[in-house]
């Protein structure tokens, strides 16, 4: 037998396994493995000992070379029955070809046999120790995912609760115990639905139920709880919904942060922003924000009503009684106020001592009016403070109308306007919003404001009424009034814009310009005339008199126009010289001193002070046309028999004496037959231009003349 | 919900797994009797599956031995299996005794296996892993023992990526495989597919979807474009005998009987 036979089996052997079985070989390494085993069994079968255990081995070879096909040891023992035999005709003589041959195959199929069944035992022993082992690693990794998350659980300074579909608390960690004062045994007899407050936004609860019912993962909101005390918390509150490996919702998961402080801080500060700290009312902001609510909301036949309240005399309190006085009273008006007003109503500190009440769909000022009265008498009874006892007085403003006609700031304004008219109508009263006063003190109101730059536009002039002798008739001098060429309004007289020069404090301002723009006139008319120019006589309002650079102010206006202090008189009221200051009569002094000539305006009108005519450094009494007009019927005795008396007591304290708002002859002669120096009005002419005095003064027309104007 | 990162997958051996049935069909007992059953099913409707899966195996040495050949002394070896007969390492090891494989399965039971197997070997390990967690693997503390980033790579995908269907982006997990891949480095893929028996693709694919791990066949096309960015060693994307065989006996009469492509990439 030759290698090339040896070869050609093993050939022939690779052909008919290869493909059986997986070996890790080439066919060319399968070949050459093969043939090795051929040379093995070959030598085998032919050995003088016949052993038929080679087949055994040969067998085991194949096994643990992975010729686990089983086509694998079917093919192998069909090739060597039909083969081997071939390749043995040289086997020695005496050899029992046929039967060794028969106990090698069966030898080699009980070898294949017995290795294929260890070594699939082993692989699968292996393969059930791997899963065991796997599932041991799978297991430890659950349990040591579980101890990670206990530990989570129970560590964790957020509050976290578990809890079934049905809402029942299954778990509750230590720092949830915590937050709500529950031990874990009390979470796990609670249900969700226990938890609700009874301020909870509705769509937490919507939200929630669409979470149990799987339609939502999770969601996050501000919620308060009520806990176990009674207490209340805020919380941070995360609920997710756990599902099971199908999708399908397991169980819910709660995470909590007790966000308490932080929304009591919030609260805090949103209450400050909006209520006033001494009175804890709400503030001008809230006032504001409410006004807007109310207009912002569809207006349809909706009314509003607000009381603007302002406590009469407060300052005086504040300031003789001290700042803790004060606010105790504000503190206790603030709460006689809230007593007058429901829940609806909004009780507010504006500033100082000024509230306001707004009202909200009222019926009609009725409502207002009522509530006004309520106040009135709620403000009646004195408040005790210390050992004081102080009368409230307040001036309210009201204001009621439909929100349609209306906004907010207008609304307040006409409050505030309205509480001043109730404050002018005499105090401790109120005053029901008119719109024609509204009118008319809102064009005051723009008048006054305009004054000043009107006075420095030259809006402003200065005409002059003749004060003639009653004994000759002759032009002794011009009384300077002042006049307001405004630019829409036309010219206004006095009454429309002296009150409130008085009021804004303009008068000052007004008062100099008057005065300098007369000593002007005065110069231009001493130039022209002469000894014959006329007295000019101006009016001096009750605020010049304390203004402190008065003297200084006359004088320079003096000397700036070259005049001789006896060629200017001062008017002054009554009322300018009331009251005990030193200021107004040591002026006064000094301007007569001077020789400027002083006047009292208007004697008659208002208390008569007889000593006063002799105190004062006066150099001439102004009857007021009341007078005249009682003069007007010749036998009115005690009109005259006053007149007489007057002009006879002026006489006797050296002072002359000027009868105003004379009409008629009949006026002019009386007066003249009283002993009256001097008349003035229209019987002797209107107010003119300086151009109308000129005239009078060069004879170009008579005194009388009402026509010249 | 999603499984928390820190918790395992179950061990889950009710259902067949294919690492176990390509034990199965390679004549391995390593597998449970759903694993058999499974392979019997498939093994009915394709007789030749057991062929094909040896010619995979055979595609896996020669490709093995050639990237040694290549310098190659380092392999990570996605989606290994149960180990077998002409494992990487042994291959490997055979011409280069310091050769380092890291397996990587995703199969519990795969991995617990390998590891009782490899637990004398110092050059190679088995990491438990989803293809997809590319820095997990790279990063796990058994591939940093064993691999050096620095050198160049034989990244393994035989048999794997035609586990992942087309909405799980194979060639962008490729991509990703690829940007850990020093210069020098070699992919290399086998891949089932419908072209050569067309007419039995449809039913396979059924079997493996119904047995919970889904199968999808690539073209030729598709294959070469899972190894885009790599240039390919010749021969390029053939059928798994005609891969550089050993020896021209070793190729059948008709190789597109074996339906699977393999290809190897390089790293420029």
Known sequence: ?????????????????????????????????????????????????????????????????????????????????????????????????????????????????????????????????????????????????????????????????????????????????????????EFTQLNVSAMVHPEDAESVWEVYVELVRGERDHFRTEKRFTTRDGGEIWTDLTVSLVRDEGGEPAYQVALLEDVSERRRMQERLQYQAYHDPLTALANRQMVTERLEQIFAGPASRRRVGLCFLDLDGFKVVNDSLGHHVGDQLLKTVASRLTS??????????????????????????????????????????PVRVDDHSLTVRTSIGVV?????????????????????????????????????????????????????????????????????????????????????????????????????AEESGA??????????????????????????????????????????????????????????????????????????????????????????????????DGYWNLPDLRRLPLRELKLAGSFAAGLQSPCNLVDQRIVRALVDLAHALDLTVTAEGIETLTQCESFQALGCDTGQGAWFGLPGTPELIDALLLGAVPLGNREAL | MERPSWASDDVDIEHASPARVYDYYLGGSHNFAVDRLMARQAMELWPELPLIMQANRAFLRRSVRYLVRQGITQFLDIGSGIPTEGNVHEVAQAIAPDARVVYVDVDPVAAAHSRAILFANQHADVVQADLRDVAAIFDDPRARRLLDPTQPIGVLMVAMLHFVPDKAEPASIVARYRKMMPPGSFLVVSHATHEGRPDQAGSHTELYRRAGAPLTMRSRLEVAALLDGFDLVAPGVVFLPLWRPDSPADVDDHPERFTGFAAVGRCG
């Open chain 1, 1 to 185: 037998m030759t290698h090339a036979d040896y070869e050609a089996f093993a050939q022939r052997w690779t052909e008919a396994i290869v493909g059986s079985s997986y070996v890790s070989m080439g066919r060319r390494a399968l070949a050459k493995h093969l043939l090795d085993l051929t040379y093995q069994l070959v030598e085998g079968f032919l050995a003088a000992e016949f052993d038929p255990s080679v087949g055994r081995e040969v067998g085991v070879a194949m096994v643990a070379g992975h010729f686990t096909g089983t086509g694998t040891l079917k093919e192998t023992l069909a090739l060597i029955a039909e083969w081997l035999p071939g390749l043995l005709a040289s086997a020695p003589p005496g050899v029992d070809v046929t039967g060794r041959v028969a106990q090698l195959v069966g030898s080699l199929a009980a070898g294949y046999a017995s290795a294929l069944r260890e070594r699939s035992l082993d692989e699968q022993d292996a393969i059930y120790r791997a899963g065991l082992r796997a599932r041991r690693q799978a297991e430890q990794a659950l349990a040591a995912s579980e101890a990670k998350f206990r530990a989570m659980f129970t560590e964790a300074k957020l509050g976290i609760g578990i809890g079934d579909l049905k809402g029942n608390i299954t778990d509750a960690n230590p720092a949830l115990q915590q937050m709500f004062g529950y031990s874990r045994e």
């Open chain 1, 340 to 381: 007058c007003c429901g829940p609806e109503q909004l009780v507010a500190r504006m500033g100082g001592d000024e509230f306001l009440i707004i009202v909200e769909d009222t019926a009609g000022e009725a409502d207002m009016a009522a509530l006004a009265d309520k106040i009135l008498s709620a403000m009646a009874a």
């Open chain 1, 400 to 500: 009621e109308r439909p929100v349609a006609d209306t906004n907010p700031a207008d609304l307040i304004q006409a409050a505030d306007i309205t509480m001043y008219q109730a404050k002018a109508g005499g105090k401790a009263r109120y005053a029901m919003f008119d719109q024609n006063r509204n009118d008319s003190e809102v064009a005051s109101f723009t008048l006054s404001a305009t004054m000043l730059a009107a006075v420095a536009s030259g809006e402003f002039f200065v005409v002059y009424q003749p004060l003639v002798g009653l004994v000759e008739g002759a032009l002794r001098g011009v009384e300077a009034l002042v006049r307001w060429r405004h630019p829409t309004l036309g010219v206004l007289g006095p009454e429309r814009f002296i009150g409130l």
């Open chain 1, 507 to 604: 008068i000052v301002q007004l008062g100099h310009w008057v005065l300098a723009r007369a000593c002007e006139q005065a110069r231009a008319w001493r130039n022209a005339f002469g000894d014959a120019a006329p007295l000019v006589s101006v009016n001096l309002a009750p605020r010049q008199l304390h203004e402190p650079s008065l003297v200084a102010d006359v004088t320079k206006i003096l000397a700036d126009n070259e005049l001789e202090p006896s060629s200017l008189q001062l008017e002054l009221t009554e009322q300018s010289l009331m009251g005990d200051e030193a200021g107004p009569l040591s002026a006064l002094t000094k301007l007569h001193g001077m020789g400027v000539r002083m006047a009292l305006d208007d004697f008659g």
